[in-house]
């Protein structure tokens, strides 16, 4: 048993050190470096929190975006290591706390870098990990829904009534707000959705130039329909709400290094130390169609080379 173990970990080693050629062969090379560092992650993480999560995680951010496979290793790993920290699960579309999106970076000869993108739901996450935080939420104002925003000198007035007998219509606002121990509460003043139409025109970097035209383009998931509502959500939170709520470290990190790059992956350092904001001008890789890939063997579980327990020193699969 120890013996097979062994020759895991030693294809792992071998993947790292061989030219990949083939998308199925980068995949495995790059989950081979995801491997590498499962001590790296475990040291960063929180407490209580295996490092086995966050590799089942990458193999997911794997198998959905091949593209991160093509790109520059250190920004994978500097993503993963970020999330580690964080206590944030990437990929895992169920939760949204964030995702790993391939990106073009201009500055470097157009080399692809992988950007942290952290969820509207990573938000909030985060944020109820702060013990004077009770509640949080960011919501959408419907056509159809009943709502009433008021602020008097004995206290505001907030009502909200989605409607329920049919379609709420189209969306009129987003607003946050958060519940405080005490009795204290923080809430926004609304957002129309002209003005966040105009914030994501600003502020999105997800762009993609034509030359034909010589013109930018928004991709990604602000310029998905689907997508807007929560990325409006979580601009709620990140650019209005989180300036009048405590914050924990963890929160304070996650608002700094969102969006960004990072190529450190020591488990010690203060991400936002090393985490870089791309120049507007660089652009999201849309994802390429891909023809059939032969499953890397990440895919079954059994295969993967042993995941330490921190301080055991010896393999979760060797101790059982």
Same mark, same amino acid.
């Given at each position: 048993?120890?013996?097979?173990? !062994?020759? %895991?970990?030693? $294809?792992?080693?071998?993947?790292? &050190? ?6 199925? #062969?980068?995949? *495995?090379?790059? !989950?081979? %470096?995801?491997? $590498?560092?499962?001590?790296?992650? &475990? ?6 929190? #295996?490092?086995? *999560? ?267």
């Amino acid at each position: 048993m120890g013996r097979n173990l !062994a020759q %895991r970990a030693e $294809q792992v080693r071998g993947a790292v &050190q061989q030219q990949p050629a083939t998308l199925a #062969e980068q995949i *495995q090379t790059m !989950a081979g %470096r995801i491997f $590498q560092h499962q001590e790296d992650f &475990q040291a960063a993480m929180p407490k209580g929190i #295996e490092a086995a *999560q966050l590799i089942r995680d990458a193999m997911t951010c794997l198998r959905g975006t091949p593209d991160l496979a093509s790109c520059y290793a250190p920004t994978v790993l500097g993503g993963l290591m970020t999330c580690a920290q964080l206590g944030l699960r990437p990929g895992v579309a169920g939760l949204g706390h964030a995702w790993l999106i391939p990106f073009k970076n201009y500055k470097a000869d157009d080399r692809l870098d992988a950007q942290l993108i952290i969820g509207y739901r990573g938000y909030t996450e985060l944020a109820y990990r702060h013990d004077r935080v009770l509640s949080i939420a960011s919501r959408i104002v419907r056509e159809r829904d009943h709502f009433k925003i008021g602020y008097r000198l004995d206290g505001d007035i907030l009502e909200h009534d989605p409607y329920i007998d049919g379609d709420r219509g189209d969306i009129r606002s987003f607003y946050a707000l958060a519940r405080l121990k005490g009795g204290e509460y923080a809430l926004t003043e609304p957002m129309s959705l002209a003005e966040m139409e105009a914030h994501r025109d600003k502020y999105a970097m997800a762009k993609k130039y034509d030359k034909a035209t010589k013109q930018r383009t928004l991709v990604g998931p602000w310029a998905d329909p689907a997508q807007f509502p929560e990325m409006g959500r979580k601009t709620m939170i990140r650019a209005r709400l989180i300036k009048m709520i405590p914050l924990s470290t963890e929160l304070a990190w996650a608002v700094a290094v969102d969006e960004g790059v990072r190529v450190d992956i020591t488990p010690t350092v203060d991400p936002t130390d090393v985490t870089e904001q791309p120049v507007i001008g660089g652009e999201v890789e849309p994802p390429q169609e891909q023809g059939a890939i032969e499953p890397p063997p990440w895919e079954d579980e059994a295969a993967w080379p042993p995941v330490r327990k921190p301080g055991s020193g010896v393999a979760e699969s060797e101790a059982s």
